[in-house]
């Protein structure tokens, strides 16, 4: 199934309303004049101009607000925007409530303005419905809004990011300085000096560091220096 859009809600909108408010008007009104012209109201020498001029109104007016989100101020507004040109429209469709039916000598009045104003009531009550959609809605656009603004500002940050000059050292970029102290070179890589002694019988004495070692050693056990042959005493 085609997931729906606003656009599509809109499009649709669109048409169902012009189908309502002005195609299928202007063929019953036409049907009425064509059929009884000794029917007069108020509005009815320039009824087909009100009729596609407000209807265009309402067709506007709710495609607008069939295109906005629940929960918004612009499909609040919009909606109420129609629902005002709908009762205007029926007013004027309707002449006011009075129409004259003339049959010489016999002139008829019908008086139903009582009956229109009742019906204009109850379509103002759908204003209600609008702002209760939008108080229902409203807590889950500003979640939506919240969300939008945060991925807006991320990207910003991302695009900033990658087109800022790359520093001439970026791999210091993120040290930061911190005390240190030096040790002396003549505490790095030696060991503490073993007192030299005076190498026996089959030893000898490390040219380096002076130890003992046995005379068959190749290495001395002190300090690992190489021992020279004929070293021994």
């Known amino acids: 199934m085609k997931k729906r859009t606003p656009t599509t809600d809109a499009v649709w909108t669109a048409f169902t309303e012009s189908i309502r ?13 064509s059929h009884y012209p000794q029917l007069t109201t108020a509005f009815l020498p320039d009824i087909e101009m009100y009729v596609c001029f407000i209807g265009g109104m309402i067709v506007a007016s709710s495609t607008l607000e069939s295109y906005n989100r629940p929960g918004t101020y612009k499909r609040m507004l919009f909606g109420l925007s129609a629902l005002a ?3 205007l429209w029926m007013f004027a469709v309707f002449g006011g409530g009075v129409a004259e039916l003339s049959y010489p000598p016999y002139l008829i009045s019908f008086d139903m303005s009582k009956i229109v104003y009742i019906i204009l009531v109850g379509l103002s009550l759908k204003g209600l419905l609008i702002a209760q959609t939008f108080s229902t809605w409203r807590q889950s656009e500003l979640s939506h809004e919240r969300k939008a603004a945060e991925a807006r500002a991320g990207a910003m940050k991302r695009l900033a990011r990658e087109t800022s000059p790359r520093s001439s050292r970026p791999a210091f ?3 930061r300085r911190m005390e ?3 040790t002396p070179d003549d505490e790095v890589g030696f060991a503490e000096r073993l007192p030299s002694s005076s190498p026996g019988p089959g030893q000898v004495e490390c040219p380096v560091c002076g130890h003992a070692c046995p005379a068959e050693g190749r290495v001395c056990e002190n300090c690992g220096a190489w021992l020279r042959a004929g070293s021994g005493r």
């Open 21 to 33: 408010f002005i195609v299928v008007p202007l063929v019953l009104l036409d049907l009425i004049t």
């Open 85 to 87: 040109f709908v009762c």
């Open 173 to 175: 970029a993120s040290y």
């Open 180 to 182: 240190y102290s030096v």
